[in-house]
């Protein structure tokens, strides 16, 4: 079938879509309709798209919306509107129809920012160069070496077959005539590759067939030429080594940063993640230090290097631009193009491109004025009332004034705002952006759209154009479309009358086997924090447990001896469920019961329950390229399920106690759902081990001070105190099913304690933890198994002698001395061995700390 052919089904299908669809705002393009042969049709491609999507396809599109909603929370693709530790994700908005851009359109794009490209590229290699363009005065300095963003310690610098920019992105806007429009640049470390992915995956599922059938441009080669294109330029060739870096998990666009890694197979990497040594850059791992070739960054210039920009960034990497000079490391982008953003850069770049290339643009950008020059000035004030107003300078900020909605009041404050600084301030023409089809629950409405479009390096001084791109719809009622005003997304479906490449970063590059079997390394602190979220998934079930208990113990209809109240109000307070100042169980058992209860939520000053559900989801979160999608969301549903209704609980004592009860019973079903993905669903290389070994210390100690304490307090020698201890250890069922009603000394440190198929038992802990640590890699050339040296050994316990069968009468402190010595040693071991982890795996810092400069 032709492209754009269409049959009668098509024609009713385009006729109802054009029914259901408003008409664009009056001086705004209708992306719909704009190019339909009939005035009341629609556009070509928009009647193909209706057309596979049939008449009665309509009925099924709030089903789709829905669909889409729920895969996106599913996968959790988020955006942080305000981009800080407190701050909410809110799930990525994502219409349900794309924008579609016919083969003559693409054409037109792809040429004008090809050239666009080179343009730029060659605009830095100038100013960092031979400054031919200030010497000609076709770029003020002030724009250039008075920028914020202009990096002195680039003066001089080649970069990698001269390449300065490896990821250009440039928004456009198309106007009411039809023509595509350059509004800003965007080179430092520009966003949307990641979730324009995400939006194809998403979009595609909803219209397979449309799809299938219209020639869309797949996005994949793209991708692998930009991995190919780096390799070529590292001096490392296909050997090279590649990593992400990220500013880190409170980034705004962090989940594309993850996405991207996850998608390239590269490492993601945070600024402490990476360390210089003799102009070299490094990644630590647990196997020591590893060379990285080429940097891919995702963070701007000004954080790159506290040593030489930034003083106060701790994103960065110290030293990392003595690397770059040296010409040791490939970073994508070269640092230093913050001033090709300036807005008031596009008003300069016809004249450029005349001068360095020899050519008028092939797509324009926006009338651009300056505000700075002096000549300038006088013509662009009275040109405010229908003009954009922008910062010159990004980093102080990109928020953007629409003279047409402001009134005569606010046209004459900011009049007042120029002349004081002019230096600041950019006018742009207004543009009346074109207007996308929305799907709005029953009606085709329309919507503000910026076409973000990207220019990857496939090679020295070489681009190719992202056939697709990421669209941004602007609010309701609004003019900017802008993710961070609350705007949305949109799929970007290009056409073509060719062939479409179907090629797939699946397709392995010429060393399939030797990839395959390459290890990908551990970093450091993903090490660092699979282990904290091991320690915190085991924290957060022995405090469940531990509380369940407590509460159980309390709401009895006969209080507990007064042995199980101590040994409760012990070992409460040891892991931190109530405040050290709150009377004892004994004492006055509704004020413990009330404080156990007020102190489970997250805020509540305690390192109780919800802290460490808190505390396990922020370690997640640091490692989520690491977890499963299913893992994530069960560990996000457990924080924000226990915290609802920790918050809703009664007033009433009683009733208060019942549903706290309920609440912890609930998490501990889903804690143990997150168990079972940790044990069953993750690769057991060294990052599970590390996770692994955290939950066993965790473990190992927390259970060896709470028999202890069951000893101390005599606990261990009362009937319910007996059982209480039993339920921590998680091992009730095992130990009645072996020892019936027993309720003695040696039976219970059979179970607990010297039982090797008991996986709740110290001597089972002991070993598997053993094991795990002795299959790490060598720390600073010594086998792992030297960092036990305090942990006990439990090959040659003696279940008769530590349960002091042989000293005397059960229950006399002197007949289990050795007892309480060891599980003192235990829990000292356990800790000391969280130390020595740290010491040897995270930190690197015993390494010869030799000068960056030598």
């Not at 089904?9 to 109802?16: G, M």
């Not at 928009?46 to 829905?66: I, P, T, V, Y």
């Not at 666009?116 to 363009?133: Q, S």
């Not at 300078?393 to 120029?418: C, H, K, M, Y």
């Amino acid at each position: 079938m032709p492209l754009f052919e269409s049959d009668p089904e098509a024609a009713s299908a385009s006729a109802l879509a054009a029914s259901l669809a408003a008409r664009a705002s009056t001086g705004h393009l209708d992306e719909l309709r704009h190019g339909a042969a009939d005035p009341h049709g629609l556009a070509p491609h928009w009647a193909q798209f209706f057309e596979h999507l049939g008449f009665d396809g309509f009925g099924d599109l709030n089903r789709r919306q829905q669909s889409l909603a729920q895969q996106l929370r599913d996968n959790g693709v988020t955006y942080n509107v305000y981009a800080d530790e407190h701050s909410q994700q809110r799930p990525w908005a994502l219409d349900l129809f794309p924008m579609i851009v016919a083969p003559e359109d693409w054409a037109q794009i792809e040429a004008g920012v090809l050239q666009r490209t080179r343009l730029l590229n060659t605009v830095m290699a100038d100013i960092y160069g031979p400054r031919t363009l200030l010497h000609k005065a076709l770029l003020p300095a002030a724009l250039v070496q008075g920028h914020p963003g202009y990096l002195r310690a680039m003066d001089g610098v080649r970069p990698p077959g001269d390449t300065w920019l490896h990821i250009a992105a440039f928004d456009l806007a198309r106007g009411p005539d039809g023509r595509w429009w350059v509004v800003s640049h965007r080179t430092q470390a520009p966003s949307g590759l990641g979730y324009l992915l995400e939006n194809r995956i998403a979009i595609s599922r909803q219209f397979p067939k449309a799809f299938a059938d219209m020639r869309v441009q797949r996005l994949a080669a793209s991708y692998k030429a930009l991995m190919q294109g780096l390799m070529r330029l590292s001096p490392k060739g296909n050997e090279a080594r590649v990593a992400l870096l990220t500013p880190g998990p409170y980034n705004e666009t962090y989940f594309e940063h993850a996405y991207l890694a996850r998608y390239l197979g590269l490492n993601l990497v945070e600024g402490n993640d990476l360390t210089v040594r003799d102009q070299r850059l490094y990644l630590k791992t647990l196997h020591g230090l590893e060379p990285v070739d080429v940097l891919i960054k995702r963070l701007d210039d000004q954080w790159l290097d506290p040593l030489e920009l930034r003083a106060d960034s701790a994103l960065g990497v110290p030293g990392l631009m003595q690397a770059v000079r040296a010409g040791h490391l490939l970073l994508a982008n070269a640092p230093g193009s913050a001033p090709l953003e300036s807005s008031a850069m596009l008003g300069f770049l016809p004249a450029i491109s005349e001068h360095l290339l020899g050519e008028p643009l092939a797509m324009p950008s926006l009338a651009t004025w300056w505000c700075g020059e002096s000549a300038i000035l006088p013509n662009a004030l009275p040109m405010l009332k229908h003009s954009v107003v922008k910062n010159t300078f990004p980093s102080r900020g990109n928020e953007s004034v629409i003279g047409p909605s402001l009134t005569a009041s606010g046209i004459d404050q900011l009049t007042g705002r120029i002349v004081r600084q002019p230096d600041e301030y950019t006018l742009q023409a207004y543009l009346p952006l074109s207007q996308n089809p929305t799907w709005r629950g029953g009606d085709i409405a329309p919507r503000p759209a910026m076409l973000r479009v990207f220019a990857l390096a496939d090679g020295p001084q070489s681009w190719r154009v992202l056939p697709g791109g990421m669209v941004r719809l602007a609010p309701q009622g609004q003019q900017i479309a802008s993710m961070q005003s609350g705007g949305s997304s949109a799929d970007c479906w290009v056409l073509t009358h060719g062939e479409v490449d179907r090629t797939s970063l699946l397709q392995s590059a010429p060393s399939t086997l030797s990839v395959a079997l390459q290890k990908r390394p551990i970093t450091s602190r993903s090490a660092e924090n699979l282990f904290w979220l091991g320690r915190y998934t085991e924290r957060a079930e022995n405090t469940v447990r531990l509380a369940r208990i407590a509460l159980n113990c309390l709401q009895g209809e006969e209080a507990g001896s007064t042995e199980l109240l101590a040994w409760l109000s012990a070992c409460t307070k040891y892991n931190g469920l109530v405040l050290d100042d709150v009377p004892n169980a004994q004492q006055s058992p509704r004020v413990f019961e009330r404080s156990l209860i007020a102190q489970l939520g997250a805020d509540s000053g305690a390192t109780s329950v919800g802290y460490n559900l808190r505390s396990l989801r922020q370690a997640a979160g640091n490692v989520r390229e690491r977890l499963s999608q299913e893992q994530r969301n069960l560990i996000e549903r457990l924080d924000d399920e226990f915290a609802a209704q920790h918050l809703s609980l009664s007033a009433d004592a009683d009733y208060a106690s019942q549903e706290a009860l309920e609440a912890l019973e609930e998490a501990s079903e889903l804690l143990s759902a997150i168990t079972g993905a940790q044990t069953d669903r993750m690769m057991r290389d060294d990052g599970w081990r590390m996770l692994s070994i955290g939950r066993h210390i965790e473990r190992l100690g927390t259970l060896s001070q709470a028999l202890a304490m069951a000893l101390d307090t005599g606990c261990a020698f009362d009937d319910g105190g007996y059982e209480a201890v039993l339920a921590l250890f998680d091992s009730t069922i095992t130990f009645h099913a072996h020892y019936q009603q027993r309720r003695d000394l040696v039976a219970l440190l059979d179970m607990l304690v010297t039982h090797r198929d008991n996986p709740r038992s110290l001597a089972w802990v002991l070993s598997t933890l053993r094991a795990r640590v002795g299959k790490l890699p060598d720390a600073h050339g010594l086998p792992a198994h030297s960092l036990l040296e305090q942990v006990p050994d439990p090959a040659g316990w003696d279940l008769i002698a530590l349960s002091g069968a042989l000293a005397g009468p059960a229950g006399q402190q002197n007949s289990y001395l050795g007892l309480l010595e060891l599980l003192q040693a235990c829990e000292r071991g356990a800790y000391d061995l969280s130390d020595r982890l740290g010491h040897a795996y995270f930190s690197h810092a015993d390494r010869v700390n030799r000068s960056i400069l030598s």
